[in-house]
C-alpha cells in the first residue's frame, strides 16, 4: 500500500491544527522523508497533493506554506472566451493558437496528478487563447495518451477540448479538482502573455477524472487585467 497517503493525511492535520502557522514553511520534502523514512519522491507526492487541494502553496526556493485553506471556500467556473465575446458585443473576437500539440513524456509533477510513472508517453497540448489581438490564457493540458490521442485527430484551433472528449470520444467527466492562487509569470509564459516578467497572474490547475482515475491534468495562466472569477453560492 503506497505510504504517501498516511503522511498526506498527518501533515494535513497538523495544518488543520494550526502546528504549522501561516507565513512560515512547513518541513522540506527531505525533513518529511526523514521523519516517515520514505524516499524523498514519496514525500513530494503527499506534499504536492496538498497542494493540490489547496492546503500549502510553494514559493520557488522557499519551500511549501500553508495557506490556511484559502482555496478550499466556495466555488467558481471558468467562464469561456466564447461566452464573453457573446455577452459583450464590442468585445473583440475570440481566436485559439495552438503552440504544441503531439506526444511527450510525463515529468515528475505531471505524473503525479494524473497517477502513472515518470517519463510514461502522454499527450500533450499548449494554446493560447485571447481575444482580438491580445493573448488572455495561457492553456497547458497533459492527457492520458491510451484514451485521447484521437483529440490529435481534431482541429484544436476551434474544438472544444471538452466537448470533443465528452461528445466525440464517449469520455464523460466525472469530477474535476481545481485550485485557484496567483502566481508571477516567469520569462516563457509572460512573454507569450506579453506581459513584464514577474507580473501577477492567475493559476488555475484543474485535474479532470474519468471514473476514479485522473484523466487530464491543465495549468491555465490568465490576465488578471483583462479576467476575473465570480463565484455566487449560498452560504
Not at 504536492?48 to 506554506?65: F, I, K, P, T, W
Request: avoid cysteine; glycine fraction near 6%; charged fraction near 30%.
Amino acid at each position: 500500500m503506497p505510504k504517501y497517503p498516511h503522511i498526506k493525511a498527518t501533515l494535513k492535520a497538523r495544518l488543520l491544527a494550526g502546528k504549522y502557522r501561516e507565513g512560515e514553511p512547513i518541513p522540506s520534502e527531505s525533513q518529511v522523508a526523514s521523519e516517515f523514512k520514505v524516499s524523498r519522491m514519496t514525500a513530494r507526492r503527499a506534499v504536492d497533493e496538498l497542494e493540490r487541494e489547496g492546503y500549502v502553496y510553494r514559493v520557488q526556493g522557499a519551500g511549501s506554506y500553508p495557506t490556511g485553506k484559502r482555496f478550499r471556500q466556495g466555488v467558481f467556473r471558468i467562464r469561456s472566451l466564447e461566452e464573453l465575446a457573446l455577452e459583450l458585443p464590442d468585445q473583440p473576437l475570440p481566436f485559439t493558437k495552438v503552440l504544441k500539440a503531439g506526444i511527450s513524456t510525463a515529468t515528475p509533477k505531471v505524473s503525479d496528478a494524473l497517477r502513472i510513472a515518470p517519463n510514461t508517453a502522454i499527450l500533450e497540448i499548449i494554446r493560447l487563447r485571447g481575444l482580438g489581438d491580445l493573448p488572455v490564457l495561457l492553456e497547458k493540458r497533459f492527457l492520458k495518451l491510451e484514451q485521447t490521442e484521437a483529440l490529435l485527430k481534431t482541429d484544436l484551433r476551434v474544438e472544444s477540448l471538452h466537448d470533443t472528449l465528452v461528445g466525440t470520444l464517449g469520455l464523460s467527466i466525472s469530477r474535476v479538482e481545481q485550485t485557484l492562487e496567483t502566481a508571477n509569470l516567469e520569462h516563457e509564459n509572460a512573454k507569450l502573455l506579453e506581459l513584464p516578467i514577474g507580473t501577477s497572474a492567475f493559476l488555475m490547475k484543474r485535474i479532470s477524472f474519468f471514473g476514479d482515475l485522473p484523466l487530464a491534468y491543465t495549468r491555465y495562466w490568465v490576465r488578471s487585467d483583462r479576467r476575473a472569477f465570480v463565484s455566487v453560492f449560498e452560504p
